[in-house]
């Protein structure tokens, strides 16, 4: 429980970049248990994997349309998530030195969105897919993690990055190395993920193009985002106070004594300005010999 309890507090109160890869690893976590789970009872047809990941058919993708945004929080192995948490941390740390968390969120989600949009289109209209477009998938948060590097390296191309054994190496050449490795890579074993890869690309050097412009590609989502937010979020509880008297009438005795009462407690409260001083007075007798004085009493 305290592990858990370690989680739930660390969620809560780090940053989106964060928040983030927690996502990332509680989905591999939770579908990796699945998939044991499954496979020990000879479950071999069920596997939540292809429930999440995006599928290069249309034809299959229109039953599944929430895959657009569930394959980019989805990883199949441990190198697979391990390499990319990292490279999501580090590159995530330098995009929050220049932009804010909502705009992280925004880019990993229009780069993810948009590395599945170049996958699919590529699949449906080059012949050389056609074979395998209807067991080929897309999972990972590659793309998103390239918009992320390639915003970053635009905005900041001299930036250095230290690397073991290589050095300090300028992220414009990293970028630059990045996007054609999987341009060369589009007809390789992973040509999906190349592809969707630049699709994230793309996303990045228009996030910052378009922020030149003054124009934020990431606001209408994170609009959405919040509204969706605010749907879900408890609502404070909010008390009206009734100013309308519903009570009886006071009687002519009652008001006299009130009346009594009152001004027994200001005639201590000058007494006390006599022998101590006005600076003597609680705020609350400030207050109350502040009202008298209005009221005329």
Do not use: C
């Not at 929050?96 to 880019?107: A, D, E, H, N, T």
């Not at 190349?194 to 378009?210: C, D, N, R």
Request: proline residues 2%.
């Amino acid at each position: 429980m305290d592990i858990i309890n370690f989680i739930k507090s660390k969620f809560k109160s780090g940053d989106a970049l964060t928040r983030i890869i927690f996502i990332n690893l509680a989905v591999f976590a939770v579908i990796q248990t699945l998939k044991i789970v499954f496979v020990l009872f000879n479950q071999y047809s069920i596997m939540p994997i292809d429930i999440l990941a995006a599928p290069a058919s249309m034809a299959t993708f229109v039953y599944k349309p929430w895959t657009a945004f569930t394959y980019m929080f989805l990883h199949e192995g441990i190198f697979h998530i391990a390499f990319n948490m990292l490279a999501l941390y580090w590159f995530g740390k330098l995009f929050l030195i220049y932009f804010s968390q909502k705009q992280l969120v925004g880019i990993y989600i229009i780069g993810g969105l948009m590395g599945f949009v170049l996958f699919v289109g590529a699949y449906n209209l080059f012949p050389y897919f056609k074979p395998v477009i209807q067991s080929s998938i897309l999972l990972g948060a590659s793309a998103s993690i390239m918009a992320i590097i390639l915003a970053v390296a635009v905005k900041s191309p001299n930036m250095e990055m230290r690397f073991l054994f290589i050095g300090n190496v300028k992220l414009k050449y990293i970028a630059a190395l990045a996007v054609l490795t999987s341009f060369f890579s589009i007809t390789s074993s992973n040509a999906g993920g190349e592809i969707a890869h630049l699709g994230g690309a793309l996303t990045g050097y228009f996030f910052i193009v378009s922020l030149q412009q003054g124009r934020d590609i990431t606001a209408g989502l994170n609009k959405l985002i919040d509204w969706v937010y605010d749907l879900f979020k408890p609502q404070k509880l909010k008390i009206k106070r009734n100013t309308a008297y519903t009570g009886r009438k006071m009687t002519d005795a009652e008001f006299n004594q009130q009346k009594a009462n009152r001004m027994k407690e200001i005639d201590r409260i000058l007494d006390k300005i006599k022998t101590s001083g006005y600076d003597s007075l609680s705020e609350v007798e400030k207050k109350r010999l502040f009202e008298q004085g209005k009221n005329g009493q």
